[in-house]
């Protein structure tokens, strides 16, 4: 069975420009996360969809950030400009009708020159 | 303070000896209490459930105390293939907040 799929895998750009992040969560899951990790501040949880609906994007850093569930198997994770400080691996996770278990994709890792 | 603390280790062990993860939350409203494992630079993954009853699988235990909101991890008889970093994880309902991690080092 297919996990929860990234793309892409490494990115690398300069500061100011955009990037999009896409994930597509495990067929059925209808709760869909996005976490930021780290090495300072560990794994950060910035927005939370729930049947494609935005239910929390309070970790969300601020304006520059954006996501989208247009439907049940696809979002995207937007920065726009991006900088420095958003270098870090960022994870898609899903999870059906409330089991605990949240499955996670590879993760993109970020780099921003 | 962090939601969900942990200390980030290492504990270097020799192969076969016991160890013990701890972590405290501080939101009493957290409902569901969990083990992650994170092996280096790859996704977490779900080690095990913590229950209030305490519950063991294989060589892991993982004990929850509500009153003093602490969560704990012991892993027994550790091999090399346990080094890894281990996060603990507090939940309200969908939403799960993850401590920085324990980093773990089995040596020969």
């Known amino acids: 069975d297919a996990g929860v799929i990234q793309s892409p895998r490494h990115e690398v750009t300069e500061m100011g420009q955009e990037v999009t992040l896409r994930c597509k969560p495990i067929s059925g899951h209808n709760s869909l996360f996005w976490y930021r990790q780290t090495m300072m501040r560990g794994l950060e949880l910035l927005i939370y969809f729930n049947n494609n609906v935005p239910i929390d994007d309070s970790g969300m850093p601020e304006d520059r950030f954006s996501a989208k569930m247009p439907n049940a198997s696809f979002s995207t994770l937007k920065i726009q400009p991006s900088e420095p400080r958003d270098s870090a691996v960022y994870f898609c996770?899903?999870?059906?009708?409330?089991?605990?278990?949240?499955?996670f994709g590879e993760g993109s890792r970020l780099t921003v020159l | 303070r962090k939601e969900v603390e942990q200390d980030p280790g290492p504990f270097n062990v020799p192969e076969g000896a016991t160890v013990a993860f701890n972590c405290t939350y501080s939101n009493s409203a957290s409902q569901s209490f969990f083990w992650y494992r994170q092996d280096c630079r790859k996704e977490p993954k779900l080690l095990m459930s913590?229950?209030?009853s305490g519950n063991e699988d294989g060589r892991f235990t993982a004990q929850l105390n509500r009153a003093s909101q602490y969560i704990s991890l012991l892993i027994r008889d550790s091999k090399l293939s346990d080094s890894a970093t281990y996060l603990c994880v507090s939940g309200a309902g969908n939403m799960l907040t993850f401590g920085g991690g324990t980093r773990l080092m089995v040596k020969p």
């Open positions: 996770a899903s999870t059906g009708h409330y089991t605990g278990e949240l499955f």
């Open positions: 913590v229950y209030s």
